[in-house]
Protein backbone atom coordinates (compact mmCIF):
# COMPACT_ATOMS: atom_id res chain seq x y z
CA UNK A 1 0.00 0.00 0.00
CA UNK A 2 1.20 3.51 -0.86
CA UNK A 3 -0.41 6.60 0.14
CA UNK A 4 -0.93 9.70 -2.42
CA UNK A 5 -1.36 13.01 -1.49
CA UNK A 6 -3.24 15.04 -4.20
CA UNK A 7 -4.58 18.43 -4.13
CA UNK A 8 -3.85 21.87 -5.20
CA UNK A 9 -0.91 23.48 -5.04
CA UNK A 10 0.70 24.70 -1.61
CA UNK A 11 -2.10 22.69 -0.15
CA UNK A 12 1.15 20.83 1.68
CA UNK A 13 1.24 18.06 -0.12
CA UNK A 14 4.86 17.81 -0.01
CA UNK A 15 5.47 19.11 3.68
CA UNK A 16 2.98 16.54 4.97
CA UNK A 17 4.13 13.89 2.98
CA UNK A 18 7.59 13.96 4.51
CA UNK A 19 6.35 14.24 8.04
CA UNK A 20 3.81 11.81 7.50
CA UNK A 21 6.85 9.15 5.63
CA UNK A 22 9.16 10.01 8.22
CA UNK A 23 6.31 9.39 11.26
CA UNK A 24 5.49 6.24 9.27
CA UNK A 25 9.19 5.08 8.35
CA UNK A 26 8.34 4.66 4.74
CA UNK A 27 10.01 5.85 1.38
CA UNK A 28 8.94 9.63 0.39
CA UNK A 29 8.90 10.80 -3.13
CA UNK A 30 7.78 13.79 -4.60
CA UNK A 31 6.46 13.34 -8.05
CA UNK A 32 7.56 16.68 -9.48
CA UNK A 33 10.80 16.40 -7.81
CA UNK A 34 11.22 12.93 -9.34
CA UNK A 35 10.43 14.69 -12.87
CA UNK A 36 12.99 17.48 -12.54
CA UNK A 37 15.25 14.39 -11.32
CA UNK A 38 14.77 12.77 -14.36
CA UNK A 39 14.69 15.53 -16.91
CA UNK A 40 17.22 17.41 -15.16
CA UNK A 41 15.54 20.44 -15.60
CA UNK A 42 13.04 22.12 -13.72
CA UNK A 43 9.42 21.97 -14.12
CA UNK A 44 8.47 25.82 -15.34
CA UNK A 45 11.10 24.81 -18.01
CA UNK A 46 9.20 21.94 -18.93
CA UNK A 47 5.94 23.92 -19.77
CA UNK A 48 7.76 26.42 -21.05
CA UNK A 49 9.28 24.83 -23.76
CA UNK A 50 7.74 21.53 -23.99
CA UNK A 51 4.23 22.38 -23.00
CA UNK A 52 1.60 20.92 -20.11
CA UNK A 53 0.56 17.49 -22.32
CA UNK A 54 4.54 16.48 -22.57
CA UNK A 55 4.70 17.17 -18.53
CA UNK A 56 1.23 15.18 -18.36
CA UNK A 57 2.89 11.94 -19.79
CA UNK A 58 5.97 12.53 -17.83
CA UNK A 59 3.62 12.70 -14.77
CA UNK A 60 1.99 9.51 -15.61
CA UNK A 61 5.11 7.45 -16.46
CA UNK A 62 6.40 8.78 -13.23
CA UNK A 63 3.25 7.66 -11.11
CA UNK A 64 3.92 3.61 -13.13
CA UNK A 65 6.62 3.78 -12.10
CA UNK A 66 6.73 4.71 -8.15
CA UNK A 67 3.39 2.97 -7.88
CA UNK A 68 4.65 -0.47 -8.26
CA UNK A 69 6.46 0.54 -5.23
CA UNK A 70 5.16 -0.70 -1.99
CA UNK A 71 5.03 1.56 1.47
CA UNK A 72 5.66 4.88 -0.04
CA UNK A 73 4.24 8.07 0.92
CA UNK A 74 3.69 10.14 -2.55
CA UNK A 75 3.25 14.21 -3.13
CA UNK A 76 1.72 14.70 -6.53
CA UNK A 77 1.47 17.04 -8.85
CA UNK A 78 -1.56 19.85 -8.32
CA UNK A 79 -2.91 17.86 -11.98
CA UNK A 80 -2.43 14.75 -12.04
CA UNK A 81 -6.13 14.12 -11.08
CA UNK A 82 -6.87 15.22 -14.16
CA UNK A 83 -6.48 11.88 -16.08
CA UNK A 84 -8.97 9.42 -14.79
CA UNK A 85 -6.38 6.66 -15.39
CA UNK A 86 -3.74 8.05 -12.73
CA UNK A 87 -6.32 8.06 -9.90
CA UNK A 88 -7.40 4.30 -11.00
CA UNK A 89 -4.10 3.54 -10.69
CA UNK A 90 -3.52 5.39 -7.52
CA UNK A 91 -6.49 4.04 -5.95
CA UNK A 92 -5.38 0.22 -6.93
CA UNK A 93 -2.23 0.32 -5.33
CA UNK A 94 -3.06 2.48 -2.19
CA UNK A 95 -5.73 5.28 -0.90
CA UNK A 96 -5.71 8.77 -2.00
CA UNK A 97 -5.96 11.81 0.02
CA UNK A 98 -6.61 14.97 -1.10
CA UNK A 99 -5.45 18.09 1.31
CA UNK A 100 -7.00 21.29 0.53
CA UNK A 101 -6.94 25.05 1.29
CA UNK A 102 -8.84 27.98 0.80
CA UNK A 103 -7.81 30.23 -2.00
CA UNK A 104 -6.66 32.98 0.34
CA UNK A 105 -4.60 30.73 2.50
CA UNK A 106 -2.93 28.70 -1.20
CA UNK A 107 -2.05 32.20 -2.61
CA UNK A 108 -0.84 33.19 0.64
CA UNK A 109 1.67 30.08 0.49
CA UNK A 110 2.47 30.38 -3.26
CA UNK A 111 2.93 33.80 -3.46
CA UNK A 112 6.52 34.05 -3.13
CA UNK A 113 7.35 31.04 -5.23
CA UNK A 114 8.72 31.15 -8.45
CA UNK A 115 8.65 27.91 -9.97
CA UNK A 116 4.51 27.22 -10.27
CA UNK A 117 4.73 27.52 -13.92
CA UNK A 118 0.19 27.54 -13.52
CA UNK A 119 0.43 30.99 -11.49
CA UNK A 120 2.82 32.77 -14.19
CA UNK A 121 -0.45 35.20 -15.10
CA UNK A 122 -1.49 39.09 -13.80
CA UNK A 123 -4.29 37.73 -11.99
CA UNK A 124 -3.51 34.51 -9.57
CA UNK A 125 -6.11 35.06 -7.40
CA UNK A 126 -8.33 34.46 -10.36
CA UNK A 127 -6.18 31.78 -11.59
CA UNK A 128 -6.23 29.59 -8.67
CA UNK A 129 -10.30 30.29 -8.09
CA UNK A 130 -10.76 29.00 -11.81
CA UNK A 131 -8.56 25.97 -11.54
CA UNK A 132 -10.00 24.98 -7.99
CA UNK A 133 -13.66 24.56 -9.31
CA UNK A 134 -12.36 22.99 -12.50
CA UNK A 135 -10.27 20.35 -10.51
CA UNK A 136 -13.50 20.20 -7.59
CA UNK A 137 -14.71 17.34 -9.28
CA UNK A 138 -11.63 15.25 -9.75
CA UNK A 139 -10.23 16.14 -6.14
CA UNK A 140 -13.60 14.78 -5.33
CA UNK A 141 -12.67 11.62 -6.08
CA UNK A 142 -10.43 10.63 -3.67
CA UNK A 143 -10.80 8.52 -0.76
CA UNK A 144 -10.56 11.02 1.84
CA UNK A 145 -10.05 15.07 2.24
CA UNK A 146 -8.21 17.07 4.94
CA UNK A 147 -8.38 21.23 4.81
CA UNK A 148 -4.72 22.01 5.81
CA UNK A 149 -5.79 25.66 6.13
CA UNK A 150 -5.54 25.86 9.75
CA UNK A 151 -3.04 23.13 10.44
CA UNK A 152 0.09 22.47 11.08
CA UNK A 153 2.09 20.06 9.07
CA UNK A 154 2.34 17.47 12.17
CA UNK A 155 -1.34 18.00 12.61
CA UNK A 156 -2.28 17.29 9.06
CA UNK A 157 0.21 13.88 9.25
CA UNK A 158 -1.88 12.84 12.56
CA UNK A 159 -5.21 13.12 10.84
CA UNK A 160 -3.87 11.11 7.85
CA UNK A 161 -2.51 8.71 10.42
CA UNK A 162 -5.89 8.10 11.62
CA UNK A 163 -7.54 7.98 8.07
CA UNK A 164 -5.18 5.04 7.36
CA UNK A 165 -6.93 1.44 7.35
CA UNK A 166 -5.89 -0.64 10.27
CA UNK A 167 -3.49 2.27 10.87
CA UNK A 168 -0.36 0.64 9.52
Known amino acids: MNIYLVGFMGTGKSSVGRQLAKQKKWNFVDLDELIELKEQR ?9 GEVYFRKLEKKMLKQVSIQDKFVVACGGGIVLDPENIKQMKKTGILICL ?26 ERIELLLKMRAPYY ?8 TSRLSIKQVAAKITKLLPGKK
Do not use: G, W, Y
Open 140 to 147: MQADKTID
Open 100 to 125: RATCQEILKRVSSSTHRPILNVAKPR
Open 42 to 50: RIVDIFAKE
